[in-house]
């Protein structure tokens, strides 16, 4: 049973650029969400996707948008990339989007805006 | 503004030591409670949990967590550490009746075990 994947593993982008992250939600899951975790922080909640719409948002710019698909897996684009964008992004899928649904997080995807 | 604190950002102990990571919340409402781990090169999983019942709740690999509701805490301890425990820990909630299963997280502290 495949956990939370996400790609690529490692990315090393310019200011300026755009990026997009994937993520395959945990076997049987329909819910995901993207967190932001910066370097000596915990992870921060950037939004979550639930039957192809984004349900929920957290204190993020627009140029952070995402997109489900019909197998529920998800991407994180990210427009005109800044300095302050160089992170880790943190997948997380559920059953459902109540509270008490357990989050299963993947490896995370290493950004580094150059 | 809801918000988690993590008291210890560094904490080192020999092995055998008692563990006790202190974490606080700030929220307008009820919430659930969580411990995340993070072991080296590994993703985030759930340590424990507490949802609702007996405010002392256990977990895997020796851990447990009280929920004081009157200090607005939920500290994680461990009897006796080893090394395999060497690890980052973060403390989180989301919110009972919240539109989703958003967590917010503290920002964690990475415990170091010298054998």
């Known amino acids: 049973d495949a956990g939370v994947t996400q790609s690529p593993t490692h990315l090393i982008k310019t200011r300026g650029q755009q990026v997009t992250l994937r993520c395959s939600p945990k076997?049987?899951?329909?819910?995901v969400s993207w967190y932001q975790q910066a370097l000596g922080q915990g992870p921060q909640f950037i939004f979550q996707?639930?039957?192809?719409?984004?349900?929920q948002r957290g204190n993020f710019p627009d140029r952070f948008s995402g997109h489900q698909f019909p197998n529920y897996s998800s991407e994180l684009n990210v427009n005109a990339l800044l300095l302050g964008d160089s992170a880790l992004y943190l997948c997380?899928?559920?059953?459902?989007?109540?509270?008490?649904?357990?989050?299963?997080f993947g490896p995370g995807t290493r950004l580094t805006v150059l | 503004a809801q918000s988690v604190s993590q008291h210890n950002h560094h904490v080192i102990l020999s092995e055998a030591a008692s563990l006790e990571l202190g974490c606080n919340y700030s929220?307008?409402?009820?919430?659930?409670l969580f411990w995340y781990v993070q072991y080296p090169g590994q993703h985030l999983q759930l340590l424990l949990k507490?949802?609702?019942?007996?405010?002392l709740v256990k977990g895997i690999k020796g851990f447990e967590a009280e929920f004081i509701k009157s200090k607005f805490s939920f500290n994680l301890r461990k009897p006796s550490v080893q090394w395999s425990d060497t690890a980052e820990y973060f403390c989180?909630?989301?919110?009972?009746?919240?539109?989703?299963?958003?967590?917010?997280f503290g920002t964690g502290t990475l415990l170091a075990v010298q054998p």
């Open positions: 996707y639930y039957e192809e719409e984004e349900r």
């Open positions: 507490y949802f609702s019942g007996d405010p």
């Open positions: 989180a909630v989301n919110a009972k009746g919240g539109a989703t299963n958003k967590l917010i």
């Open positions: 076997s049987g899951h329909d819910t």
């Open positions: 929220y307008g409402g009820t919430v659930n």
């Open positions: 997380a899928s559920s059953l459902g989007t109540r509270a008490y649904n357990e989050q299963f």
